[in-house]
Structure formats: C-alpha cells, structure tokens
C-alpha cells in the first residue's frame, strides 16, 4: 500500500462524499484556484496524488473546512500528515523569510544559551512554582519582524503584567523552547518531538501545575499534540482567557476607561476553531468600559485565517486574504482590529505596511493592560 | 381528516397527551391528561367570531410565525374538530388584565375561563404511535446565518408564503421585505395619532401647523408651554413623515422574490447532526421550485446539492420536467457557505464540483431543505410507552416488521419511525392499524 493509501484508511478519508463544501470554504482556494481540498482527496483516492504536489504546502490548515465537513473528515491532520510523508522523502513547502524561522526552530532543538528574558523589565517571576508562563516564540519575533512595528514583546509584557495583578508571580524560564508547533505543520515530526521533549522537561523541573499561555499555538499544540506523542501531561494547560475570565467574574481585577472606541474581533484559528474559544475574548471586550464591539460578518466559526501558517508558503495569495480581512473589518466602522495571537499581529501588521491600510491592529492582551485598574 | 372527525367509532381526543401506560397486548390501561381549552369542546361550532374580535395577535406557530394569530384561535382551518382554544401565555384575561371579549361575542356559550384539566384512562387493546417529526433546526449550521440573514429560510416556512392561505396568500414576498411594510404600518399608525393630535392643537388656536412652526422657529411664542408643546409634536410628526416617506420609496422597488435558490441536506447526511438521507427533501425541493414558477412564471431556481435523488416512480421525469419546463437549473455542489449580501439578497458560495470552480451567486431568497429530526418530546414518550429508541432517537423497528416497537401490541407509523414521505406515511399507518386490529380483535381477549 503506498503511504497516501494507508492515509486514507487512518484518517478516514474515504468517507468522502465529494460534495466541494470543503474547496468552497477554503480561503486559499477563493483566491488561488489550484488548490483544492476536494481535488487533493480526490486524486489521493484514485491513487493519483504524488508526495511531491506542491499544493499540499498551500494548506492554511485553519480548519474552516473540516468545522464544516459533512462526512467529519480532518482536512488539515490529512494535509498534516501527508506532509510528513512529503518531508520523508525530500520535499518541503517554501519557507517564509529565508527559512530564517526554521533554523531558529532547529537551534533550539540543540542546547544552546538563548537570551529570553531580556524583557522582563520590572515584572515579577519566579524560579519555580506552580504557574508557569509559557512566553512563546514572543521574543524571537521581535527580533525578527521591528521593521513592520510587531509588538511582539509588548505583548508578553503585558500578559506578565496582568498576571502580576492577578497576584500571580509565574515562572518564566530562560530556557523554554519554540512548542514545536510549526515543525509539526511543516511536516517535520522529529523537530516537533525534540522540542517537546525538552519544554516538558523544563516544565516538570519548575514544578508547575499550570502552564499559562498567551499564544494560541502553543496552546493548541501543549493540550492536543503533546498527550499524542508523550501521554498524559503532569500540569494543566490553560489559556489566559480562561483564566483572566475567571480574575474578572472574582473581581481580583478590574478594567476602566478612558476613551470611547469602536473595534472588531479577529478570531484566531487556534483559538477559535482548533480551541473553541469564541465567548471569552468578546466578554473581556464587553467588560471594558467605553469598547463598542462591531462583528465583521465572517466571525466566530466562520472567522477567516490572517493567511499564512507555520511560516510557510507566505505568497501574494496570503497578501490578498490579509487585505480582504482587513478591509472587511474597516468595512464595520471599525477603527482597530484586535487579535489574540501574536502570529496574526505580525501577518496584518506586515499587510497593513505593504498596502498603506488606515486600520490600527491590536494585541488583546495590549488592550487589557493598557485599562487595567490600578489603585 | 374530516372522515376520521365524523367516525362514530373513533374517539379523537386532540390537544392532550399521556401521562402513563401500563398493560400489555390487548389490555392496555392508558392515562390521558385532557388539557383545558378554556373552551367547551361540545359547544363550540367553530364559527371563528372569538378569533375575530381577539384583541391579542401573537406569532403564528402553523405559518411557522411568519403571520399572526389571535390569543384565542383554532390551529389551522381545516383541523379536526373544529373547535378553538385559549393561548393561556397571551390570553389578557388569563393574565389577569381586564378583556373577556371573546366570552360575549360567543354565541354558543362555549368560553369557559375556569376550565380544568381533565384526567382519563382508557383501556385499549393495541396502540399506534403516530406523533411525526421535527424539522432540523438551521441555526445550528453557522456558516448558513440562517438566524442572521432574513432572507434565508427553511422549506416549511417557503411552503407556507406560497401557500394561498398562508401570510402573503401565496405571493413570494420576502421576509426582509415584510419586515419594512410592517414598520410602515407601524409608522402609519404613529403618524395617524400625531395628526390627530395636531388637528385638535390647529383648532384650538385656529392655525396651521406648518405655519405656526414658522413663526416658532423665527423665535415667537418662545414662552407658551402650550405651543412649545405643539412645536415638539410637529417636530415628531415631521420625523415620522420623513421615515415614512424613505420606507415607501424603499417598498417601491419590492418585487416577489424571483431568483431563488434551494439548499439540499441542510442537517441530514451530515455526520455533524443526522448522517441519514431525509428521503422527501429533494423532491420538495423541485416541487416548491415548480409551484413558484406556475405562480410568476419569470421564477428560475437553482438546485444545489451532492446528486438528486429522485427515487420511485415518476420522480426522474418529475424532475427533469422541472428543469425543462420550470426554469430550475440543478448544481451538483453542496453550498459552503450563505453571506450577507446588497439589497437583502443571500449570497451563496459553493464549489460547482462538475465545473470544479469555486462561485459564488446572489438570490432573492434562498431555501433550506431541512432534515428530518426527530420530534422534541419522544426521549420522555418513549419512557411513557417503555419502547426503545434507536440511535438517532425514532422509534426502534426491525426491517422485518416495520411497524411494530419493541413492546408488544404498541405500534408506529410514518416520520415518527424514520424519515418518509406521504405516500409511505400512509401505507405505514395502514400496515399499523392491521397489526393493532389483529391484537385488539383476538376472540379470546
């Protein structure tokens, strides 16, 4: 049986009614018409599909097509998958910047001494205890993108200072490493698991019962693929909406004014689809005096993806989805977009410099520090 | 239906429901909780006078609350018996407020207000569970804003504006639509209140008001509580005026809705909710596609689904009729996704799977061809009954005896066993009252 067979029978694809709901939905294929999902599964099962398409790393793997799939099937673990196969034998998608990401990926694999805490500043963490923030790849990315202003670091900043006033000094380590996330969408499993295995020894030598994540990707990956590849895990992932949810019902924190403003919610893909967290963010938002929140008509199960994952196949189909989105939140009178996912600050951040967009873009966590209440 | 109305052998006990049955095969004792009308059965003539004089319009659930009904109301003209019943949720009196109106207007003497629930048991030798099915609720499909888009709706709500006696008397006016000509009665009824009130002020101090406003707005009579009064009232008036007149312009460019699209398998073969094929929906479909043309003969649909199926006798070349005759136009592609689009129209965006492009295509209305589900209440009437369901929650038959549950002597028939259509519903029931009636005729019973 050749492997894109054997996909089929593990992932029960063959349940395949061909109806197209999954090319219909594909923001990939409004915009660039060779990719097909349908057409993917299609050939894989006449047998016709070679690990050497192209189009497989055109994937967002967002999942709007798999929520919707009437017979069930799990378009993006297929894609993931037979990228796997793909990368076994020798082929790969193009890496965005240069493969700069990468390699940074594959650095951390190896022990080497990052500098990880420069931003820290005044917050307060700790060595080891119970909570441990899981910062991501936060200060990579700001190395990396200052030219399109990302904020990234900004970004976990604030987390730290919101959860400072949750009264929660967490540890946050030096030597945590990238969740393995993108290695495991790329296709490249072996990076995935070495990069796991070291951030769960790390997090078991803290001693924590709760690893707090901002990102939704790291997220994701901690509660659904970990389990997968290393069983059950010794802590509990938690995302920071959950948790802020419950320090705003408790009232440990509070969130003011000043200002009246109009803005629209971008769900993460992460987050929303691959989470099911739709409620949270538009709660906190609800919360905060003065914040008039507009839905842009593609929201919540429908939300659109911010065009590019896993720092791949970054392409001018991407360019055209992000200025599409962007539009359609301007569209609801909007005056910022906010995001909760440092991946699609950077993805708009980049469009909205390339194509001169009047629309501010929004870090959630910015936003929640910026009105936290102080005494 | 009327015959089984006038049998003097069946006993039709509508508007109530079992409460216990306990027995088995040829002797059932079946409690029966009569629920109260507020309306004496037996002297009611159905004669509708309560109906018309009913102050209290509430949603009407047989036109799928596209239109209204009175508090007091009888389901549908046609039903059995004819007789009416009291809304307790609406009904003034029965909240407590001041009407009876319907007590005098009735000549019959039938409006009982201190009517109680009555209690029965029966015994019975068989019994034949007929309670139907549910439609598939469409908001549970996000990407189809069936809640969000008013222009979106399903086949039963179609059925019913195409019905000559439904809401719109059979003409095709869209939901968003009728929305506006209701805010335009609404605005009429506002604006007739403010002329009145104008007139009696434009009496009392022998003035038009247009002219008055003038002067006021030029700064006289800055003082006069009264004529203040009389400036915020033509304010008003002169606001509604200007609504009025946007929405009638707005109405003017109405049109029966004439681009229409039809959505197949909207719940059913779909593992999400029900993976079964609904069996009659794409032959709704074609036929509310067919009647729509027959009504405005510019009408064209289109059809979108994963194949037709068209499966007995005359149904092929139904269908094919329909698309030579009756301007449908079939796509096989299931639709991904309904948007928002200009002027109320739906915009559907589906891949055409035969051209292999992905499209997308504005209607004037667009129709969902719901599953069939089963009906809300049957988890708690098959504990009363002791049957068994099976995995999608109808009432569980083996192929072999198709009418017949897992108790003895307790049978089912149509939608409430499994999906069907007419035509079958009726040769179930009759397939259902033979086995009743060789269980309830045993001589030595």
Redesign the interface.
Known sequence: MTAIADLINTTKTYYCLDCGVCTGSCPVSRVFPEFSPRQIIERSLYDLEELSDHTIWSCLTCAQCSVRCPADINFPEFIRLMREQAHFVGFDGVPAHNGMLQTIMSIQTKDVQQNRLFWIEDGKTKETGDVFYFVGCRPYFDIIFRDIDAGSITGAQNVLKILNACGVEPVVSNNERCCGHDALWNGNEEKFKQLARLNLDLISSSGAKQVIFSCPEGYHTFKNFYPKYFGELDFKPVHILDFLADKLNEGVIQLEGPGEEVVTFHDPCRLGRLAGIYDAPRKILETIPGIELKEMPRSRENGICCGTSGWMNCSSCSKEIQLQRLKEAGDTGAGTIITACPKCQIHFRCAKAAFDLDIEITDLYDLVADRLKTE | MLDVGRHSNIALLAYSEVEKVDGQAGNFKVTVRRKRRYVDEDKCTGCGACAEKCPTMVPDAFNEGLGSRSAIYSYFAQGIPSTHTIDPDFCRQLKGKKCGICEKVCQADAINFDQEDKIMELSVGAIIIAVGYDVFDPSQI??YRYREIQNVVTAIEFERLLSASGPTEGHLDRPSDRAVEAEIAGFEKNLKKSERTLEKLEKKYDEASAQFYDKYQQGQYQDDEDRKKWADRYAAYLTITKSLDDLKNKAESFTVAKRLAFIQ?VGS????FYPFCSGYCCMHSIKEAIIAHEHEPETTSTIFG?DIRAVSKGFEEYKIRGGNHSNITYVR?????I??GPGNNPVV?????QK???ESQEFDMVILATACAPTKGIVELAKIFGVELDEYNFIRTSPLSPVDTTIPGIFVCGCAESPMDVPESVAQASSAAERAAEIAFQPNL
């Open positions: 996000p990407e398998c073969r779909d593992f999400r994963m592609g299931r639709v991904s996704e948007m928002g965006i589906y891949e055409d799977t292999r492009q992905v």
